[in-house]
């Protein structure tokens, strides 16, 4: 769980605590039947599984599984922010996504349901594999561990919402600063925007989307460079109607 909270206005459940778990060997991870699993184990997630001494050093498939529970008809998406190595996201039987970025964030999706309580289940493989998993194998320079190994979050949203927000300084003597914001729902049209930085509102204004994206400019007042005798940090607070990023430049 990250101790710096990038949303005050989103629906953000933290899915961290201790899931079902089993470890399945030598299977076929991305043709594996999710419904037939026995999970015999449980394991707290975030946690890399094969640092566990009954795992110890263990390569092959396991497969995590826990409950959601998302608002009936409402859009979601999944965030995972670390996951080794190679993973399949299953929700309600169906298979959503696979992937193979360790250590990196990843968004799957959900399908929007009528069923509050959804299955979540993540096949994880940490076999090496240079054709899946080209950025780790044996011997590389640091050990590659499998597991969701940081924290997992379900992001409950509204049809239009935040994709990315990018802030750029352009200046540490004005304090001015470019944002880059991304929308998910709306391909053009306007939205009401605003920007607060270290709670002084500073951008306030109806703003054009094309193509989901749209720029903003702005001033942060009495900004401070950074150095690493004074690491100065300003907070940036970017709302659009129920919705929101927060982010330190």
């Excluded at 991304?182 to 002084?200: M, N």
Aim: proline content about 4%; hydrophobic content about 40%.
């Amino acid at each position: 769980m990250s101790l710096f909270s990038r949303h005050c206005v989103r629906d953000v459940r933290v899915l961290d605590g201790i899931w079902a778990f089993t470890f399945l060997g030598d299977a076929d991870s991305a043709a594996l039947d999710v419904s037939g699993v026995h999970y015999d184990d449980r394991l707290p997630v975030p946690s890399a599984y094969d640092a566990y001494p009954a795992y110890a050093g263990k390569r092959g498939v396991a497969a995590y599984r826990t409950a959601l529970h998302v608002p009936k008809g409402k859009k979601a998406f999944l965030r995972f922010n670390g996951t080794g190595m190679w993973n399949r996201i299953v929700v309600d039987g169906k298979t959503l996504a696979s992937f193979a970025l360790p250590y990196s964030r990843v968004d799957v999706e959900l399908p929007v349901s009528e069923n509050e309580t959804r299955e979540l289940v993540v096949v994880n493989d940490n076999r090496y594999d240079l054709d899946r998993v080209p950025l780790q194998m044996n011997h590389y320079d640091f050990y590659g561990y499998g597991g969701i190994f940081r924290s997992v979050e379900l992001h409950v949203v509204n049809d239009v919402y935040l994709k990315r927000v990018k802030l750029t300084p352009k200046s540490a003597d004005t304090g001015a600063v470019c944002a880059e914001l991304r929308v998910d729902g709306l391909e053009s049209g306007t939205l009401p925007v605003t920007i607060a930085a270290d709670g002084e509102i500073v951008y306030e204004k109806e703003l054009e989307f094309r193509g989901s994206k749209a720029t903003a400019e702005f001033v942060v007042t009495d900004a401070k460079a950074w150095s690493s005798e004074e690491p100065n940090l300003h907070i940036v607070h970017v709302c659009i109607p129920d919705d929101d990023f927060r982010e330190r430049i």
